[in-house]
């Protein structure tokens, strides 16, 4: 099992910018070496539970729901033959601090765990760089037909706020003004009767409807692709 948690974080520049947690390997094959979280499957474990308890074993992590992103089996991904379950979620910057800082105060976060800006992360063991640029893939992907971009945001947000979080997983900029256009058409967005206020004019809070799921969980339901 392994996991691919992605965030939106400020870089140094103050542009919005995605991360994700790796692990250095301590042990062969590929000794040293960053990694996804993950970890083995038990008999006693449905694939979405391991993913989950592996991901919060490594990295005191624990998203409301985790999606299977795909399934690898290359046969030459591993020295021995290994069939990987992939999953991935996004998290907003102010869970993983509180949800990192009390996973350290336990006493139990290891030491091998490291965020890495996307864009400037180290090469990966395995086959792991395939599986991030895949799970990047279906980010974009899905942002043009879905809401996914919530997964970064809090309950309330501006306009701004969700162009910011569209341009950087597109990897590109967008026209403030054609943006607008189009999210406001899609029905998705609620004003608020909120501002928020700071240097430059009060700019409207929305939030997106909530009768409106989040994720597309097809016949099988939320109760079975989601952590329990």
């Known amino acids: ?42 008999a006693a ?6 993913a989950a308890r592996t991901l919060a074993e490594t990295t005191g992590l624990t998203p409301s729901y985790l999606e299977q992103l795909y399934a690898f089996g290359a046969v030459d991904r591993s020295p021995t033959r290994v069939v990987s379950i992939v999953y991935w979620a996004l998290l907003r910057q102010d869970d993983v601090d509180a949800q990192s800082a009390a996973h350290r105060a336990s006493g139990l976060a290891p030491e091998n765990v490291r965020w890495f800006d996307l864009s400037e992360r180290p090469a990966l063991a395995f086959d792991h760089d395939k599986i991030v640029d895949y799970a990047l893939w279906r980010l974009r992907n899905k942002v043009g037909y879905s809401r996914v971009a919530q997964g970064f945001l809090p309950a ?13 997983i597109l990897g590109r900029q967008l026209d403030p003004a054609n943006f607008r256009r189009q999210v406001e058409s899609t029905g998705n967005l609620i004003p608020t009767d909120r501002f928020r206020t700071g240097s430059h004019r009060p700019a409207r809070l929305y939030r997106y409807d909530t009768d409106v ?16």
């Open 1 to 42: 099992m392994s996991t691919v948690i992605l965030t939106l974080r400020r870089a140094e520049s103050g542009e919005p910018v995605l991360a994700l947690p790796l692990v250095r390997r301590t042990r062969a094959p590929f000794d040293g070496e960053w990694a996804l979280p993950g970890g083995w499957l038990t």
């Open 45 to 50: 474990e449905s694939p979405v539970d391991a």
């Open 156 to 168: 309330e947000f501006t306009l701004s706020d969700l162009r910011e979080a569209y341009q950087s």
């Open 213 to 228: 799921e989040l994720a597309d969980h097809g016949p099988l339901g939320p109760e079975e692709t989601s952590i329990r």
